[in-house]
């Protein structure tokens, strides 16, 4: 499936603080632009890394019920059943023609009595050729060499709802019904309109042509297909509850437009390219669950005179912009897209997986991941913890000089802030920690209290640049934010005498801060005392 790529330089204690892999290199706006790396050339990919955003997904036994409640699947396991003790069948393993009505009937998809429509018919015939597929029925030739169905092994468990079950055949099937699609989008139109198949190769150079030019349609729309479900994947991890669902127009616009920049007229037109081409395929995923999908309202392109309807043109109501399009991945297609990322050698964390373990597992595990949403893996550590036992555990984690200690100890004050105010009595029990007393006193301030003793010189100013610190790791190095930050520092009135203090701190970060603070200090005379301190502290080294 399609990745998205970033620079990933990765560091340790003795190498550069600031080329430490932190949460914030896993920024909204990168997930949201150019997908599948668009815009990176080959040697960028070389030196790029895969990240694929947390998602949080329901146990597997609701997922299992899920998967048992969409209509082609359960039609699949119904004629599984039916075909108990056995079922006479054609040499292809298909249902002879005298049983494909009374399959129809079964399936609720014509009358009991009455003529059984045609196309509920084919619909049979398809849920069969799905349990023959996923081997709920097992075809085999009695000694009379009459071809009969029986039910196989799996149908029995996929029937009780044992989740590994049934997840396995969903997931198979998702994968076929995946295939299928790209294989339906890629025939020529002419085929694909009379449902022929490609006519056969002579073995001459221009039958060989046109196979090439099969393949590599099959290849474009499989990759294409990918980067789409890869995108929705990714926005459904972002998404607030409720707001999932993506207007068709907008999934092809992330496709097709590159980062940062508006669509010209010929991109909007490609747009439209891709929601045509997208449209059939992902009405056909709907079929087995992973999407929701409101396809594109066929009559628009009665309303353009029989031209493909061009997106863009002209701003448009809801009601309006839900012709072109609405699609919604479920947790099913979640959860089936993770299997396929991770069988493709992808690293596709699930929310709360670094949260399994003590304070220092989590605060690591959070410090050196880059696919990662801190807080909500903090929310699931704290969650039906007791607040001062657990305070201790997250202060005591968050001790440390090596590379990652300044953004521990920011993960712990957030950590802190969702315990509440019942953690107050372990946090005033660090106040004299020279690591930990000046957040404490922070932390203690910003509660409300009012007998927070005031830091001694030293341990304000280690706070200071253990804060600054945490920040400059945090960001990634955005420029705008930590001028931001350098706005808020307590330099007053002598700045070549606070920079003369700050420089002599003995914190693994000081010269980084520095250096920092004098390049984008827009102030020029305190920029300056802030370089010749970074070069100070260097020298001090």
């Given amino acids: 499936m399609a990745g998205r790529r970033r620079k990933n330089g990765g560091a340790s204690a003795g190498e550069g603080a600031a080329e ?8 909204l706006q990168d997930l949201y632009g150019a997908f599948a790396a668009h815009g990176l050339d080959d040697e960028d990919l070389d030196d790029a890394a895969v990240l694929v955003p947390p998602v949080k997904l329901p146990p597997e036994q609701e997922l299992a019920e899920q998967a048992k409640a969409v209509p082609m699947f359960g039609y699949a396991l119904a004629l599984a059943r039916w075909a108990s003790p056995h079922r006479t069948v054609d040499e292809f393993g298909d249902l002879v023609e005298e049983d494909r009505a009374p399959a129809a009937r079964l399936l609720g998809l014509a009358p009991a009595e009455g003529e059984v429509p045609e196309e ?50 969903w997931l198979t099937a998702a994968g076929i019904v995946r295939e299928l699609a790209v294989e339906a ?100 995923l709907a079929e087995l669950g992973l999407l929701d999908y409101r396809p594109i309202d066929p009559e628009l392109f ?5 031209e493909e309807p061009v997106v863009g043109e002209a701003p448009l109501d809801e009601e309006e912009s839900a012709r072109f399009g609405l699609v919604r991945l479920t947790p099913l297609g979640q959860y089936g897209i993770r299997q396929w990322l991770l069988e493709d050698g992808y690293d596709a964390p699930l929310v709360g997986e670094l949260a399994q373990g003590d304070a220092a597992e989590l605060l690591r595990g959070v410090c050196e991941s880059a696919n990662v949403l801190p807080e ?62 000046g957040s404490a006193r922070a932390w203690l301030s910003a509660l409300g209290a009012t007998d927070v003793p005031v830091p001694e010189r030293s341990m304000a100013l280690w706070t200071v640049v253990d804060t600054f610190a945490a920040q400059l ?43 920092a603070i004098g390049e984008l200090h827009t102030d020029r005379a305190l920029a300056k005392e802030a370089r010749k301190a970074a070069f100070k502290a260097r020298s001090k080294g």
Wanted: hydrophobic fraction near 40%.
């Fill in 302 to 306: 009665d309303e353009e005179e029989g």
């Fill in 20 to 27: 430490a892999v932190l949460p914030a290199d896993m920024e």
């Fill in 376 to 437: 909500e893996e903090l929310r699931v550590w704290v969650e039906g913890r007791e607040p001062v036992p657990a305070a201790r555990e997250l202060l005591a984690a968050a001790r440390g000089d090596d590379a990652y200690g300044p953004l521990r100890r920011m993960l712990c004050v957030s950590a802190l802030n969702l315990l509440g105010a019942e953690a107050e009595p372990a946090v005033r029990e660090v106040l004299d920690d020279p690591e930990l007393g």
């Fill in 120 to 169: 509920a018919e084919v619909e049979a015939l398809r849920a069969w050729s799905l349990a023959c597929d996923l081997d709920l029925v097992e075809l085999g030739t009695t000694k009379d060499g009459e071809h009969v169905a029986v039910p196989g092994p799996d149908l029995e468990p996929a029937e009780q709802g044992d989740p590994d079950t049934v997840l396995e055949l």
């Fill in 185 to 284: 989008d890629s025939l020529p139109e002419e085929d694909e309109e009379e449902g022929a198949e490609p006519a056969p190769a002579d073995g001459g150079e221009e039958d060989e042509d046109g196979l090439n030019e099969v393949e590599e349609a099959r290849d474009a729309a499989a990759e294409l297909l990918d980067e789409a479900l890869q995108v929705l994947y990714e926005t459904t991890a972002f998404a607030d509850p409720g707001n999932e669902t993506v207007p068709l127009g907008v999934l092809a616009a992330l496709l097709v437009v590159p980062e940062g920049e508006e669509p010209s007229e010929e991109l909007l037109g490609d747009i439209t390219d891709v929601m045509v081409a997208l449209d059939p395929m992902l009405g056909d």
């Fill in 473 to 515: 790791l945090d960001s990634g190095g955005d420029a705008a934010l930590l001028r931001e930050l350098i706005t808020d520092l307590p330099v007053k009135g002598d700045p070549a005498a606070w920079f003369g203090e700050l420089w002599r701190v003995d914190h693994p970060y000081t010269a980084d801060v520095l250096e």
